[in-house]
Each structure stands twice: as structure tokens, then as C-alpha cells.
């Protein structure tokens, strides 16, 4: 009996390296053979995004923050405020310096001392959608007109990279925000303004701004990337799936459902029903982020209150 169930083992064991050995010389054939039956090789419908989690307030030095695990994909996004002087063309507002990173560590082909190609388009591409969603409203970021007012330093950290890497980093990008908090300042006898911490500051210095708080946003964007193969439409795909399949649109609608960004960098020809659908995927996946990101917000309340 015992040499029956070693047997098995055995042959279960050998079938696994078969499979796997299968999988890396033939990933094509592989996905391939898993699409005729509707699933993915993470056994995932076409349709269907990884599990996502949020947690609000991750750096504690920092003014916002976000962790967000998009399945294997890993996202810090971490927000300081600095007192700066406007520009003489918008001296009622602030403004926002984005910044994305791909250190070694996050994936085996980022080299050492090469910064990853994939970083500034991200960082060029999560500042466009920030500016033209609508969701910040830079005046609130002005402290004295034409004389003071926040810059907001956003770095986006990719911890680990497992596909979908723009939709990771926006969902952290959004929470972070979520998360932040102005904090008090003041202004000096020299005209200097300068943050003020503790009650100790409330009584000390006149301020500027009463009370600590949060920024009002507007229509929140939430992303989603399909990737394109024949006639499938696969949601959310993973490192794997990016690397086989090199048709993929990225769609962002913001909370209203309206159109914000669809972005289709190089591949094939996509009809405009598979946009279509590709739209219609993300519609579902926005309202699903949308709760994901109320629950975190509410956890992250109710830590405050007890504390």
C-alpha cells in the first residue's frame, strides 16, 4: 500500500515538472491551450482581476500612503508636502511632482544601475491622469495667494512586478491621496511659512489653516489593462501573460463612468468592439475598486478613533 501511494507520488511529481517544462518552452502553446477552455493559467476567467488590497497610511512619515497588492504585484505610493512659492502664472495653486520607481529588486529584469525603461512612461502617464480626471483640485493646495502654497512630492515604489504595473501604481496613487492629510502652518516674523505639529504649535503660532485636513476629491479614476489575443480579452494579466501577448489597451474611467484615458501602446489592430468590451470590463472593475478602497477607509477610521 505504501509503495502504491509512493508510486503515485511520484508520478504526480513527475507530471508537475512535465507540465512546467511545457509551460517555459512553449508558453505560447500553453496559454494557448488554456484559453480554448476559458481559463487562465492561474485559473482565473478572461474577465476576471486578481485580488486586490489596500492599506492606507503604510509610511508613517509620510503625509499620505498606500500599500496596494494587486495579486503578486506590489505598490507603495507615499506622499510629502513641502512649503513652496507659486508660479507667477497660477500663484492660487499648488502643484504636484510625480515620481515612479522600479528599483532591482521588484523584478529580475531590472539590471543594477540601469533605470527600467517602463518607469518614466508610467510616471508620465500617472501625472496625465491626475491632471485630467479632475480628481485634485490644485487650489486647494494654495496656503497665501502668489506667496504660498503646497507641492505635493507623490514617489511610487514597485515592490514587486507581476503585470498590470500602471493599474497598481494609480489604485496606490489614489489611496495615498485618500489618506492625506494637510497639516498646520504658520507664518513667521520673516514672512517664512513653516509646518506647526502638536497642540503645543495650535497655541504657540497663529495659523494659517485651523485645523489639520483632508482634500476634497473629485471623480476618482480607476484603471484596468486587457490584454489582447485573438478573440480573448484577458483582465488584469499577470507578468507572464505581458510577456506572451503584445496587444494591450489600459483603460481609466473615472467614478462617474466617463472616459479619462485609454492608452493601446504598439501591438496589433484592436476593432473597436473589443474596446467596446474592453470598456465594459472596466466599468465592472471600477466599482469593485471603488468598495475596496471605502472598506480601507473605513478600517483605517475606525484604527484612528481607537487610538
Request: net charge negative.
Amino acid at each position: 500500500m505504501a509503495a502504491e501511494t509512493d508510486a503515485a507520488a511520484a508520478g504526480g511529481l513527475a507530471g508537475e515538472m512535465e507540465v512546467e517544462a511545457y509551460r517555459r518552452l512553449f508558453p505560447l502553446a500553453f496559454l494557448e491551450r488554456h484559453l480554448r477552455e476559458s481559463v487562465r493559467p492561474d485559473a482565473r476567467r478572461l474577465g476576471e482581476a486578481r485580488p486586490t488590497t489596500v492599506a492606507l497610511g503604510a509610511v508613517s512619515s509620510a503625509h499620505g500612503s498606500a500599500l496596494v497588492r494587486l495579486g503578486d504585484t506590489a505598490m507603495l505610493a507615499s506622499i510629502k508636502l513641502e512649503v513652496m512659492s507659486p508660479p507667477a502664472e497660477t500663484p492660487d495653486q499648488g502643484s504636484i511632482a510625480v515620481e515612479f520607481h522600479m528599483p532591482p529588486i521588484c523584478s529580475p529584469l531590472v539590471r543594477p544601475g540601469r533605470p527600467a525603461e517602463a518607469a518614466p512612461v508610467i510616471s508620465k502617464a500617472l501625472e496625465d491622469v491626475l491632471m485630467s480626471s479632475g480628481m485634485l483640485n490644485l487650489k486647494e493646495l494654495c496656503l497665501i495667494s502668489g506667496k504660498a502654497s503646497w507641492v505635493a512630492y507623490l514617489d511610487v515604489y514597485c515592490l514587486n512586478a507581476d503585470g498590470s504595473l500602471f493599474d497598481a501604481a494609480l489604485i496606490s496613487v489614489v489611496a495615498a491621496f485618500m489618506h492625506l492629510e494637510i497639516p498646520l502652518v504658520s507664518v513667521g516674523d520673516d514672512g517664512r511659512v513653516f509646518t506647526v505639529g502638536g497642540n503645543e504649535g495650535k497655541t504657540k503660532y497663529e495659523l494659517v489653516n485651523r485645523e489639520k485636513r483632508k482634500l476634497t476629491l473629485g471623480d476618482i479614476p480607476f484603471p484596468l489593462t486587457c490584454a489582447l489575443h485573438k478573440d480573448s480579452i484577458l483582465a488584469d494579466p499577470t507578468a507572464e501573460e505581458e510577456s506572451i501577448i503584445e496587444t494591450s489597451v489600459t483603460v481609466v474611467l473615472d467614478s462617474s463612468g466617463r472616459l479619462v484615458s485609454l492608452q493601446k501602446p504598439g501591438g496589433g489592430v484592436a476593432s473597436m468592439s473589443t474596446i467596446k468590451a474592453c470598456i465594459s470590463l472596466a466599468k465592472e472593475r471600477g466599482q469593485k475598486l471603488k468598495e475596496i478602497l471605502m472598506d480601507s477607509l473605513e478600517v483605517t477610521m475606525e484604527v484612528d478613533q481607537t487610538e
